[in-house]
Nanobody, 125 residues
Framework: QVQLVESGGGLVQAGGSLRLSCAAS????????LGWFRQAPGKEREFVAA????????YYADSVKGRFTISKDNTKNTVYLQMNSLKPEDTAAYSC??????????????????WGQGTQVTVSS
């Protein structure tokens, strides 16, 4: 199995940028599909972005397209979420997730087997 630890969250003004990192250990990183989710107070956890293990194809929620970029570095066992042009509505706890390939979909939390504990992102206006 794989263990995931997020970092990089914090407080930023609207229009600013943050880069989240998710470091993986305990598994073969390149074997995992990877995703980012977020959950704001009073809301359900929602899909943000995903990257496929082999093809590298990326997927994004409509709400973040053009602003967020998911990427990974297999040599560092790390997946990133670059967040630009941040909005107050981006405020949430962001979690990374990994799937060994059992799921053919990517945009639901049930598609993933392993989760990090999350990192808080707060965007002020």
């Amino acid at each position: 199995q794989v263990q995931l630890v997020e970092s990089g969250g914090g407080l930023v003004q609207a229009g600013g940028s943050l880069r989240l990192s998710c470091a993986a250990s305990g598994g073969t990183f390149s074997n995992y599909h990877l995703g980012w989710f977020r959950q704001a107070p009073g809301k359900e956890r929602e899909f943000v972005a995903a990257i496929r293990r082999r093809s590298g194809i990326t997927y994004y929620a409509d709400s973040v397209k053009g602003r967020f970029t998911i990427s990974k570095d297999n040599t560092k066992n790390t997946v990133y979420l670059q967040m630009n042009s941040l909005k107050p509505e981006d405020t949430a706890a962001y979690s990374c997730a990994a799937d060994l390939g059992y799921s053919s979909s990517y945009d639901n939390e049930e598609d993933y087997d392993h989760w990090g504990q999350g990192t808080q992102v707060t965007v002020s206006s």
